[in-house]
């Protein structure tokens, strides 16, 4: 759906090609839709009607491919497969895929509709808190079937996962969810995951969480730690969640953050 776009320092550009140096970007929307208010946590009635004066807030679900790395894989099974497709991308040639945790919207596409590897010659990297946390102790059904199908490795916070992408911790949404701070060429981008879900209200008002937040206090730590280095380093952010093509870049503003 969305041409590849080219991630350098201040600006983003659409472009289309073959892959150049730098970084590069392409947006897969798996779902777009509506939510409602109600799955904010902590912003007060009067906040919630300023940012949706309906009661509705926009919804999303992306993954992104990255230099060649896709990064989660969505929902619904095929959708990323499609959309990659449409970019000129065979599901064949995904041969790495970084998953920011293990909720359905980021690993559901790793199957298609008959339960085999939507991604057959890929390989599956997931924080050991991530997996120790669906496998170990919740034992999660799908999330078990699911990776079963790949070759699955785990990492801890601060590695360097592949050559050119260091895990950071964003743990809170989920206890082991994951950034990934992507560098090459001297550029870079951070694929933040779902430290935000509805940008709109979350970063003007950054204290304010979801209902589907393990962990609400540290997810709005994550959350701020992330604007605060996005903005103090000048790196772009890639939101699963973000309104599509879901890459913003944003700076302080008062006690919250905007986008620019």
């Known amino acids: 759906m969305f041409k590849i776009l080219t991630i350098t320092l201040m600006c983003l550009l659409t472009v289309s090609g073959a892959y150049a140096s730098g ?48 990064y989660d894989a969505g929902l619904r099974d095929g959708h990323i497969v499609s959309e990659l497709a449409e970019n000129g991308i065979a599901a064949s040639e995904v041969s790495t895929i970084l998953i920011t945790h293990l909720h359905p919207d980021h690993f559901g596409g790793l ?51 592949i050559p050119g992408v260091r895990a950071m911790d964003t743990s809170g949404h989920t206890p082991g969810h994951v950034s990934y701070l992507v560098e090459a060429d001297g550029e870079k ?16 008002v950054p204290d304010v969480a979801v209902r589907y937040d393990v962990d609400p206090v540290k997810a709005v730590q994550s959350r701020k730690f992330i604007l605060d280095y996005a903005a103090w380093k000048n790196i772009p952010i890639a939101g699963m969640h973000i309104t599509p093509p879901g890459i913003i870049s944003v700076k302080k503003s008062g006690t919250g953050y905007e986008k620019f």
Do not use: C
């Not at 590069?24 to 509506?34: E, K, P």
């Not at 199957?111 to 890929?122: C, Q, V, Y």
């Not at 981008?189 to 003007?204: C, K, N, R, S």
């Open 111 to 161: 199957l298609d509709s008959e339960g085999r590897a939507s991604f057959p010659k890929a390989d599956v990297f997931v924080s050991k808190p991530e997996y120790d946390y669906w496998v170990n102790e919740l034992k999660n059904e799908n999330v078990i079937t699911a990776l079963a199908q790949y070759r699955v490795s785990t990492f801890m916070f601060g590695d360097e996962v």
């Open 23 to 70: 970084l590069q970007a392409v947006t897969l929307v798996d779902v777009q839709g509506q939510s409602d208010t109600g799955l904010l946590v902590g912003a007060s009635d009067e906040q919630a009607a300023k940012y949706y004066p309906d009661g509705k807030m926009p919804s999303q679900i992306l993954a992104f491919w990255v230099n060649g790395v896709l």
């Open 189 to 204: 981008l951070i694929v933040a995951g779902d430290i935000m879900h509805f940008p709109e209200i979350q970063l003007p």
